[in-house]
């Protein structure tokens, strides 16, 4: 029971936090007693104790302030995380405001929240809106400037943006903001519309409205290439990988483990041998996935991939084209890596067969291969099925091996695409599952990165149940059309 507390917990924190990454919330311009002015989004408040060295050391008025504020939360001060961006302008992503450094806060008219395709989410308000007529020219300072009015220059750029991010623009446009920068100090900042991805005025926006950028975020999230170090933009490669990957793996692995089971089950006498056989079956299932990678590495990639290579791609040497990590190698080494489940499974869907229907085959004339194949495996798949789902959930997750064996941070040529012939097994790929490892532990910002590796965890669970929802929908449908009565 505490277990299943435990997992229904964890998911729930999962599905929670990855499905409110895309929502847009308000954006706050705070002024704090030392003159600092910050524009921001709040991710998250905390609590904590203020102490007394840091008050000491305050102007009498804030000093007073916060020991207000202490004294009506229990000596507990509150602090906001603000998402300020801007990250080329002030160096910093995020900046921590206590309520007691607050001398003002406002949410502005016109502040907008911007996603580019460089360097982060960009706020500011509206101050204007540039236009040069010159193609080749994309330098703000040479531009004119066409309005002064917010409004009239928020139009503008929803007029132009599609088009300048279609290429169908034969002028380039900025839209001018008034940043704030914190200890860095007030900057106005001429924006390329180019570079816009996507922008809302944050403060204006009705449940609708929110609701559409909602939507559009995850569309992005989910049809886009990754961007900025892979934490911003979508994820699309990492889904082609990982599905094909998976399907691949299990394409292998169904057919290695069902002869395999057959053969014990069936053929094979009782005896040491076996004995022996079924113990090593036993004790892959606990070897360390790592071990399974190093061992892909050196056999797949370096041994059968370096012999592929000198018989047909010796004109390519020394760039490998088969003796270096891809597709197949990560898929067969996965699939030695479920290999005992598949194996387990379907020996005990075998077992499940009642014998009366064995010998009313042999009773007709029917050869033993005959019996197998048309009474025995039939009647198993539900069984074989439930090897499959298992195997395809835990290959699915698996990252350890795959860090060895084919994965890469970013690989621009997806695995699957439409040249012939469509499927590339030699080419390397993204994974949510190393997604996930590289946006959490390698990013330079890992407060930038939280929602990042919260949103592909939730998709990456999403894709393993929708895979097994599939299989576990075919195994049903097997289950019915077999079913008989046991005598």
């Not at 910050?38 to 609590?47: A, P």
């Not at 961006?85 to 907008?112: C, H, I, K, M």
């Not at 483990?257 to 056989?277: C, D, N, Q, T």
């Not at 949510?432 to 939730?458: C, K, W």
Request: proline share 5%.
């Amino acid at each position: 029971m505490v277990a299943l507390v435990m997992i229904v917990g964890l998911l729930g924190l999962i599905f929670y936090q990855g499905g409110a990454t895309f929502w847009p919330g308000p954006l706050v311009e705070i002024t704090t007693h030392d003159g600092r002015t910050f524009l921001g989004e709040v991710t998250r408040s905390e609590d904590y104790r203020l102490d007394a060295d840091t008050l000491n050391k305050l102007p009498p008025a804030i000093a007073a302030n916060a020991r207000a504020l202490l004294a009506a939360h229990e000596g507990q001060m509150r602090r906001r995380l603000l998402r300020t961006g801007n990250f080329d302008l002030t160096g910093s992503e995020y900046q921590w405001v206590s309520d007691y450094e607050v001398v003002r806060e406002t949410e502005p008219l016109w502040a907008v929240t911007v996603e580019r395709t460089d360097w982060g989410n960009c706020y500011g308000v509206v101050q204007g809106f540039l236009v040069t007529n010159e193609l080749r020219v994309k330098d703000p300072a040479r531009a004119e400037v066409e309005t002064n009015d917010p409004g009239t220059a928020w139009n503008r750029f929803q007029q132009v943006h599609e088009g300048v991010r279609d290429k169908l623009a034969n002028e380039h446009y900025f839209v001018r903001l008034q940043t704030r920068g914190g200890s860095k100090g007030d900057k106005v900042y001429d924006l390329p519309v180019e570079e816009v991805v996507l922008a809302y005025p944050a403060n204006q926006l009705s449940f609708g409205g929110r609701f559409k950028v909602y939507l559009t975020r995850w569309v992005e999230f989910l049809t886009d290439k990754p961007r900025m170090a892979n934490t911003e933009g979508g994820v699309l490669p990492a889904i082609w990988g990982t599905v094909a990957m998976t399907l691949l793996l299990s394409l292998l692995v169904v057919p290695f483990g069902v002869l395999a089971a057959l053969y014990l089950r069936e053929y094979a006498r009782p005896g040491p041998i076996v004995s022996a056989v079924r113990i090593a079956i036993n004790n892959l299932a606990g070897v360390p996935s790592i071990v399974f990678g190093v061992f892909g590495l050196g056999f797949f990639c370096y041994l059968l991939g370096g012999s592929v290579d000198q018989v047909f791609f010796r004109d390519r040497l020394p760039s490998p084209t088969f003796g270096t990590g891809g597709l197949l190698w990560a898929s067969m080494t996965l699939a030695l890596l479920t290999l005992p489940v598949v194996i387990v499974s379907t020996e005990e869907a075998l077992a499940a067969v009642p014998s009366s229907m064995r010998e009313g085959s042999y009773a007709c004339g029917a050869s033993k291969w005959q019996t197998i194949w048309r009474i025995v495996l039939p009647r198993a798949l539900p069984g074989i099925m439930t090897g499959m789902i298992l195997a395809m959930a835990r290959g699915a997750g698996e990252v350890a091996p795959l860090m060895l064996v084919g994965v890469l941070k970013h690989a621009p040529e997806l695995p699957i695409d439409g040249v012939f012939p469509f499927v590339h097994l030699q080419r390397s790929f993204m994974h949510l599952g190393f997604h996930i490892f590289d946006v959490g532990f390698q990013s330079r910002n890992s407060e930038a990165a939280r929602p990042m590796v919260y949103t592909t965890t939730f998709l990456l669970i999403v894709i393993i149940a929708l895979l097994n929802l599939m299989a576990v929908w075919l195994r049903s449908r097997l289950r019915r059309r077999f079913q008989v009565s046991h005598f």
